[in-house]
């Protein structure tokens, strides 16, 4: 092996059992860079294409276990690649812009994730976004059931992170007296876009107000949330959740980006206050906070679903609101894109029930209209 472990071009070798990562960008600048900070992380090399025309000879060569795609480009751009690639050779594609619109687009085709680009003269900032990408590389990895090992050389030493009590202290359900209405909260990560889009046109205008915290970089989420509302198959109002808004019947708020989501008693119904703090389990907005603050506000008359996903947000959540009296359901591992989240909250026990993503709809109605919550216990 040559000194440093490179071959004579410069690139490192691979290593046994690593995975091969395909940068597709039209800029030699920005390949290097993206070389660079992917192969920090040692269970990754990478492969690299000017377009999609040459991604598509490498492709001839090996299939990777990751892509990721630049947008814009001048021969093809990233969309067009990405939508004949899910066709004819669907894989895990993580994809970099800075347009909204596009993002959801590519979401919607099928790409795990979407990043910002970052601004590359922003050393301070250009850390944090490494790590996102690695973050969101190794996702893609787990969604193509590919095995990332965090015991391997190059996994970060330490996991420092904070839970939902930096935001919301624990305490028990206390009862409310008089009539409460019933509310659903949904936390949802790798894979939600299209499992959302299949999901949301079932309900009905009947429906408990619906929170939603999908895992999604903040300045997507308006134009996530405006695609699917314009759905002509949906059937209920959705919108990104403002500050002291009313949980609705009939209507879905979007936890916006950089903002916690907790659920508050008002009256017989429910707001949502929108909290500054830390990332909890990773993630701000948190999954973890959005079922802790559903177990304390409304206990029995909430219901919480959580879905694909990497790691574990939610789960300890949708734990604490099961042992409020909450109906609780995890999706199943067959349909999950990445069955992280759920199979955390039912190793844990928190799923009272556990569906594929078609039938999560039917199981809430069907709590919706129970008339006796301990029908679900």
């Not at 066709?87 to 919607?108: F, K, S």
């Not at 990408?133 to 996994?155: F, K, T, V």
């Not at 973890?288 to 008359?301: I, K, T």
Request: include cysteine; charged fraction near 20%.
């Amino acid at each position: 092996m040559n000194p440093g472990g490179r071959n004579p071009t410069g690139t490192r070798l691979a290593e046994p059992g690593s995975i091969e990562v395909l940068v597709v960008d039209d800029s030699a600048v920005i390949r290097q860079r993206l070389r660079s900070i992917i192969e920090s992380d040692r269970r990754f090399h990478v492969v690299l294409a000017a377009d999609p025309y040459e991604a598509v000879e490498r492709l001839k060569v090996s299939v990777p276990g990751v892509i990721v795609l630049d947008v814009e480009m001048p021969r093809m751009d990233g969309l067009t690649f990405l939508k004949k690639l899910m066709r004819q050779h669907p894989m895990p594609v993580v994809l970099c812009t800075t347009q909204a619109e596009r993002a959801v687009t590519a979401l919607e085709m099928g790409a795990i994730e979407v990043i910002s680009k970052p601004d590359w003269n922003q050393a301070t900032r250009l850390a944090e976004w490494s790590q996102t990408l690695l973050e969101s590389i190794r996702n893609a990895a787990q969604a193509g059931r590919l095995a990332i090992h965090d015991d391997r050389p190059g996994a970060p030493a330490s996991d420092r992170r904070y839970s939902a009590d930096v935001v919301l202290p624990q305490h028990p359900y206390l009862p409310h007296n008089g009539p409460s209405e019933r509310i659903i909260v949904i936390g949802i990560s790798t894979g939600g876009v299209q499992a959302l889009h299949r999901m949301i046109p079932a309900f009905s205008p009947a429906t408990p107000g619906i929170v939603i915290v999908q895992h999604m970089p903040a300045e997507f989420i308006p134009a996530f949330a405006r695609r699917l509302g314009d759905d002509p198959e949906v059937k209920i109002e959705i919108a990104v959740a403002r500050q002291h808004e009313s949980i609705r019947p009939g209507r879905a708020l979007i936890v916006p980006g950089e903002k916690h989501g907790l659920i508050r008693r008002a009256g017989a119904g429910y707001r949502i206050e929108l909290v500054d703090g830390p990332p909890v389990c990773r993630h701000r907005p948190s999954v973890e906070v959005l079922f802790r603050s559903a177990a304390q506000a409304a206990g029995p008359n909430a219901a919480g679903v959580i879905m694909t996903g990497m790691r574990d947000d939610g789960a300890i959540g949708l734990l604490e609101m099961r042992e409020a009296g909450a109906m609780t359901i995890a999706q199943n591992e067959a349909t999950c894109t990445v069955f992280g989240m759920p199979r955390e909250a039912i190793r844990r026990g928190a799923a009272k029930a556990v569906v594929p993503l078609d039938a999560i709809p039917a199981t809430l109605m069907g709590w919706a209209a129970s008339s006796d919550t301990g029908t679900w216990h």
